[in-house]
Each structure stands twice: as structure tokens, then as C-alpha cells.
């Protein structure tokens, strides 16, 4: 599949005539411009690609790129050319064009998409673990498999969102540094305008709304971060009732407990932070999923404004943080998430594996060479975070983000993946224009 769209569309279209050789003069002052620029990008674009000719087809600009037959094959990635489609549609909007498209000749002179000489990604498939708990696989009942009293039901209840932010903090390798992906213009960065876009404003209007909501980057703007994991023991963690360590690893190649469903509470497996700071954090929970897993697996939130109960799923989208929701927890140890064993259906596993409290801080991944952004999660790109959430492979930010967002949404259910869309948020931070 191709991760790059073939052509950007901007505001406004026009079919009036005007005179190409401005615009042409312009499209190759700001070609070299990529070039030179050693803040651009960390793969710079070549100077031997050169500008062929440029058309307008109707609202469409047509950019016929010059482009040796080695950089087409060995050189061109997505983020070159998302980097050549973002700086040249500025230039087409300004001529009230809809679209602009970029082209590169073949071997034998056939013209053909930019994008088209962009290598085919396979597929990637989510691993099914196995489990050892010894509860029947029962298919769970849908409709029973979310409750939330912190999210109201609206008209988006049962649909499910993906947000893309963007850009974010990459290591660069070349220069041995974090850097943002664009810089500083007319006082915006948009690695960090767009991410602060989404979470203050789209992310909640979309989850007051009822949404299921997924991102592709950090939604937590906490860079406080508490995860308290069952292997830690007291005070952190402890169990009412008849828990069983499962043969089977969870969180951190750790153990996980489990407790048999019942029609009501029996057992609860209480995660208790030591919190650093008063404030709001979202909170998240992992463990391993399987059909043998209750579908309205029930967690109380002690938090400073009371008690919120929130179900979810587990026999989906395991392995990775799902969240809860957000709350206000004051600093020290005087709240808890508890995890209980009620459910609609008997007789399947409750899995107690992990709590994260907050967004925290980048990590040293190997999408990171092991080196730490020392900067807030939600601020990197996406690639670093697709990987913190259990996605397996290292690949370019640009390429990854809806790669992501495919993969995890493949661990849903089958009407999750036929509600779900993906929505890219992205501001240039040019002309006050954005798409």
C-alpha cells in the first residue's frame, strides 16, 4: 500500500487562466531552497533533481519533477516527498488552485505519480497470542462491552476515531540530535500547534460526543507518569479475593493475575500510584487479551472528585495502553483504580496486569536508538510512540502513522473496523492556511 497521499488538497479552486512562468520561477526557487536548507530535512532532497516543466490542468497543478533514476529507486522516501507536496501546495493555494500533484518520469519516459516509485509496504498483521487461563472461549455479547459514566453516550457513541497529529520531535540521525520535523515559522511550530489542537480542543469535543478515540501520538499532556504493575506487590498493588498468576507474560515479559467472572464482586485487584504531582491525568490500562476474557471488564477510579466506573473489552486490542479516561488525582498516594471481577458473563478471565497513570516522558526505544528525546511524550512523533504502544516495526513517521492506526484497529472488533475513520490534522503554518 502506498502511505502518502498523491495530492494535497487546499483551499479554494479556480479555472481562470493566468501565466505559469511566475509560478514555475517560484516552484524552483523554493526546490533549491530544499536543497540548501540544512534545517529542512534530515535526508536532504539531491541537487540533481531539477524542475522538467509545470501545468495546470483544470484546478490542478501538474509539477513535472526531473529526477535521476537512483534517487527514484534508492533515495525517494515518504517524508521527501510529504516535505516537496507541503511546500509546493503553499505556492499552488496562492493561485487558487484545489490540487497539485508531483511527477517523475520512468526509464521510458512515461510519467507517472511521485509516489508510484515509493516502495509497496506489506501488511501488518497483530499477533494473536495464546493464553493458558482455563475459561472457555466465549464469543462475548456485543453491545455490553463498554460502560462509562465519565463519557457520555452521544452521536458518536459506537463509532470510532483515529487522530493523527502530525509531526512530532525525531531523532535525526545525521546530526546525532532530537529535532522538529518543521520549524520555526511565523512563530508556529507546527509539531507542537497541531498536537496541543487535538488534545485541548478536537480530542474532548469528539469523546464528549460518545467516540471511541484512538490517536497516533501521546493524548496525555501530563509529562508526569506513574505505572504500577502486579509484580510490584504492596503498597502499590494488592488482591481481595482468589487471584491466580497466570503461566502466560504480560506487561514487560512480567507476570499477570486473573480472577474467574462472577455475577458480582468477588475478587479486586487494587492499583494504588504514588502520584508526583497534583493534576490531570488520563488514565490507561494493559493486559493480555483472548476470547476467553470478560467483555465488560469493570474498573473504579478513585479519583479527587469521587468514583468513576468505566468497562472495557479485553478480549481486544491487548498488548497495548488502552484508555480509561482522564481525571484530577491530588499528589501521594490517596487514590486507586480497582479492578473487579463482576461481569455480564460468568465464568471468564479478568486480567490484572498494568495501570499508567499520566503521558510521561520519551523513552529510549529502538525506533530511538536507545537515546532519550528528554522531552514530554506527547510532543514526539508518532513512530515512537506507535512503538511504546506494542506496534512491532521501526518504520518513517510519515508512513507509520495510519500503518499504526491499521494494525491496532485490526485488533478490534469487526464493527469497530466498520465504524472507524482516520482524520489528519495538519496546519501549515503559511498564509494562515491549513488542510
Same mark, same amino acid.
Given at each position: 500500500m502506498k502511505n502518502i497521499l498523491l495530492s494535497l488538497l487546499l483551499l479554494g479552486g479556480s479555472s481562470h487562466l493566468w501565466s505559469q512562468s511566475p509560478l514555475e520561477e517560484q516552484l524552483r526557487q523554493q526546490l533549491q531552497h530544499l536543497q540548501h536548507s540544512d534545517s529542512v530535512h534530515h535526508h536532504p532532497i539531491p541537487p540533481e533533481v531539477g524542475l522538467e516543466r509545470v501545468e495546470?490542468?483544470?484546478?490542478?497543478?501538474? %509539477? $513535472? +519533477?526531473?529526477?535521476?533514476?537512483?534517487?527514484?529507486?534508492?533515495?525517494?522516501?515518504?517524508?521527501? !516527498? #510529504?516535505? *516537496?507536496?507541503?511546500?509546493?501546495?503553499?505556492?499552488?493555494?496562492?493561485?487558487?488552485?484545489?490540487? %497539485? $500533484? +508531483?511527477?517523475?518520469?520512468?526509464?521510458?519516459?512515461?510519467?507517472?505519480?511521485?509516489?508510484?516509485? !515509493? #516502495?509497496? *509496504?506489506?501488511?501488518?498483521?497483530?499477533?494473536?497470542?495464546?493464553?493458558?487461563?482455563?475459561?472457555?472461549?466465549?464469543?462475548?455479547?456485543?453491545g455490553s462491552d463498554h460502560y462509562s459514566d465519565v463519557q457520555a453516550r452521544g452521536s458518536l457513541s459506537g463509532k470510532t476515531v483515529w487522530l493523527s497529529a502530525g509531526h512530532g520531535w525525531i531523532y535525526d540521525r545525521r546530526r546525532g540530535h532530537y529535532r522538529t520535523q518543521r520549524g520555526n515559522t511565523h512563530g508556529l511550530v507546527e509539531d507542537f500547534s497541531n498536537?496541543?489542537?487535538?488534545?485541548?480542543?478536537?480530542?474532548?469535543?469528539?469523546?464528549?460526543?460518545?467516540?471511541?478515540?484512538?490517536?497516533?501520538?501521546?493524548?496525555?499532556?501530563?509529562?508526569?507518569?506513574?505505572?504500577?504493575?502486579?509484580?510490584?506487590?504492596?503498597?502499590?498493588?494488592?488482591?481481595?479475593?482468589?487471584?491466580?498468576?497466570?503461566?502466560?507474560r504480560g506487561y514487560q515479559d512480567q507476570t499477570y493475575r486473573y480472577a474467574i467472572s462472577q455475577n458480582r464482586t468477588t475478587s479486586q485487584a487494587i492499583f494504588q500510584p504514588n502520584i508526583p504531582k497534583s493534576g490531570?491525568?488520563?488514565?490507561?490500562?494493559?493486559?493480555?487479551?483472548?476470547?476467553?476474557?470478560?467483555?465488560?471488564?469493570?474498573?473504579?477510579?478513585?479519583?479527587?472528585?469521587?468514583?468513576?466506573?468505566?468497562?472495557?473489552?479485553?478480549?481486544i486490542h491487548g498488548d497495548t495502553w488502552v484508555y480509561l479516561g482522564q481525571f484530577y488525582f491530588e499528589a501521594g498516594r490517596n487514590s486507586r483504580v480497582r479492578l473487579l471481577n463482576a461481569s455480564s458473563e460468568k465464568g471468564q478471565a479478568v486480567i490484572a496486569d498494568a495501570v499508567r497513570f499520566g503521558g510521561g516522558m520519551g523513552q529510549g526505544i529502538a525506533c530511538q536508538n536507545h537515546k532519550h528525546s528528554h522531552e514530554p511524550r506527547y510532543e514526539e512523533g508518532a513512530k515512537y510512540y506507535a512503538q511504546f504502544q506494542g506496534y512491532p516495526r521501526c518504520e518513517g513517521d510519515v508512513v507509520v502513522r495510519p500503518r499504526y492506526a491499521e494494525w491496532e484497529l485490526a485488533k478490534g472488533a469487526a464493527e469497530e473496523r466498520r465504524n472507524a475513520i482516520y482524520l489528519s490534522w495538519h496546519s501549515n503554518a503559511r498564509g494562515g492556511r491549513g488542510t
Open positions: 495546470v490542468e483544470a484546478d490542478r497543478l501538474m %509539477v $513535472h +519533477l526531473d529526477c535521476p533514476a537512483d534517487f527514484l529507486t534508492e533515495a525517494l522516501d515518504e517524508e521527501m !516527498l #510529504e516535505t *516537496l507536496i507541503e511546500h509546493f501546495a503553499g505556492l499552488a493555494a496562492d493561485q487558487q488552485l484545489a490540487e %497539485v $500533484h +508531483l511527477l517523475a518520469a520512468t526509464e521510458d519516459g512515461v510519467s507517472r505519480p511521485l509516489s508510484a516509485f !515509493l #516502495e509497496d *509496504l506489506p501488511v501488518i498483521e497483530a499477533p494473536i497470542h495464546p493464553n493458558t487461563e482455563h475459561s472457555p472461549a466465549i464469543k462475548g455479547k456485543r498536537s496541543e489542537m487535538i488534545n485541548y480542543h478536537l480530542l474532548p469535543y469528539l469523546y464528549r460526543a460518545g467516540a471511541n478515540l484512538w490517536t497516533v501520538r501521546e493524548r496525555d499532556m501530563n509529562s508526569q507518569e506513574v505505572i504500577v504493575d502486579n509484580d510490584q506487590g504492596r503498597p502499590a498493588y494488592r488482591e481481595i479475593g482468589d487471584w491466580e498468576t497466570s503461566a502466560s490531570l491525568y488520563w488514565v490507561s490500562v494493559r493486559y493480555r487479551s483472548g476470547t476467553n476474557r470478560s467483555v465488560d471488564v469493570r474498573y473504579a477510579i478513585e479519583h479527587a472528585g469521587g468514583t468513576s466506573h468505566v468497562s472495557i473489552n479485553q478480549e
